[in-house]
């Protein structure tokens, strides 16, 4: 199954992701602010804690400009475990489907071992998507050494939401 490239400026496919917290969140449908959709590898991926550990220090600086949200296709049993271990404070989300990485464009991965993880996981994505569900940025990864700097990412997000920047890109 091949991915589709997301199209900037085409709404999102309204999709819905459980949360730790016990709520439910929805990206794709119209809201009152901004939001940032983070894709991380999983529990397995020491990368992927790093570069969430950062976001979780400046995560003050983004809530003032829009919503931020994380997912994965782990298990709440591993996102939770993931949550009590680094005390991140943005809305983890879990059980991101294989369908779900695919309607985003993402890269899908198959475990080197069962040592690593056990099912198949996204790769790393980052998008912006505007208050109406539409998407106004991605930055999408094969791997987890490749991600975006988040002062320079929020930085352009800023810049963006405060001029009503055009989409940039389009196909």
């Known amino acids: 199954m091949q991915n589709s490239k997301p199209r900037v400026g085409a709404p999102v496919d309204e999709t819905s992701f459980p949360s730790v917290s016990g709520e439910t969140v929805t990206i794709g449908q119209a809201k009152d602010r901004w939001t ?8 397995h991926c020491p990368r992927c804690k790093r570069f969430l550990n950062k976001l979780n220090a400046v995560l003050a600086d983004w809530t003032e400009v829009m919503d931020v949200v994380v997912v994965s296709s782990d298990t709440k049993e591993k996102a939770l475990a993931d949550k009590a271990e680094f005390n991140w404070d943005f809305e983890l989300c879990y059980g991101l489907t294989e369908a779900q990485m695919r309607s985003l464009g993402l890269y899908v991965s198959d475990p080197l071992s069962e040592a690593e993880t056990t099912d198949r996981f996204a790769e790393p994505g980052a998008f912006g998507l505007r208050p109406d569900g539409t998407l106004m940025l991605v ?3 094969n791997g987890p050494a490749a991600r975006p700097d988040l002062e320079e990412l929020l930085d352009g997000m800023k810049f963006n939401i405060t001029n009503d920047r055009p989409v940039r890109g389009l196909a």
Do not use: A, K, Q
């Open 36 to 43: 940032m959709l983070f894709v991380y590898r999983g529990r």
């Open 139 to 141: 930055d999408i990864s």
